[in-house]
């Protein structure tokens, strides 16, 4: 079974919308927050790390519910690592000057984060599909031996 039987595994238990910023409604708090976190991180490397902390607060828990209601197929440690590499990218984009100044920081979050888990669950259900055809193929195998009649 190829990567594209992986693909169609993984679309069928997909949905199939898109997060969109404008999908989140953003609050005057959570714009003057992304315009603190955005100085923060064109600053010192504490001043970034404290950037990223705000954020961190502010965003830990909707992002972990987001992905809770859309991978609950994905356990904890992987969405928590889906929820790591959001906040890492912010991160990253800030440092490489790759940050678009005009979109809201929430939007970013929450597309890396899907993203990731989008992958994590592909990945699983590759790793499930190998498994079953390993134990098909050594049913087969074995049909006809004295192993096979148990």
Same mark, same amino acid.
């Given at each position: 079974?190829?990567?594209?039987? #992986?693909?169609?595994?993984?679309?069928?238990?997909?949905?199939?919308? &898109?997060?969109?910023? =404008?999908?989140?409604?953003?609050? =005057?708090?959570?714009?003057? /927050?992304?315009?603190?976190? @955005?100085?923060?991180?064109?600053?010192?490397?504490?001043?970034?790390?404290? &950037?990223?902390?705000?954020?961190?607060?502010?965003?830990?828990?909707?992002l972990?519910?987001? /992905?809770?209601?859309?991978f609950?197929?994905?356990d904890?440690?992987? @969405?928590?690592?889906?929820?790591?590499?959001?906040?890492?990218?912010?991160?990253?984009?800030?440092?490489?000057?790759?940050?678009?100044?005009?979109?809201?920081? +929430?939007g970013?979050?929450? +597309?890396? &984060?899907? @993203?990731?888990?989008?992958?994590? @669950?592909?990945?699983?259900s #590759?790793?499930?599909?190998?498994?079953?055809?390993? +134990?098909?193929?050594?049913?087969?195998?074995?049909?006809?031996?004295? +192993?096979?009649?148990?």
């Amino acid at each position: 079974m190829g990567s594209a039987s #992986c693909w169609n595994t993984y679309i069928a238990g997909a949905s199939h919308s &898109a997060y969109t910023p =404008s999908m989140q409604t953003v609050s =005057s708090e959570d714009q003057e /927050l992304d315009l603190r976190v @955005r100085v923060g991180l064109l600053g010192s490397p504490p001043e970034q790390e404290q &950037a990223i902390d705000l954020l961190f607060s502010r965003f830990q828990k909707p992002l972990m519910k987001f /992905l809770a209601d859309r991978f609950g197929d994905l356990d904890s440690d992987d @969405r928590a690592s889906a929820l790591h590499d959001a906040f890492s990218a912010v991160h990253a984009k800030a440092l490489d000057g790759t940050l678009d100044m005009n979109s809201p920081l +929430t939007g970013l979050l929450f +597309t890396v &984060a899907q @993203r990731k888990a989008i992958d994590l @669950r592909r990945r699983a259900s #590759c790793r499930i599909r190998a498994d079953v055809e390993l +134990t098909e193929e050594v049913g087969d195998y074995l049909v006809g031996t004295e +192993t096979g009649r148990d």
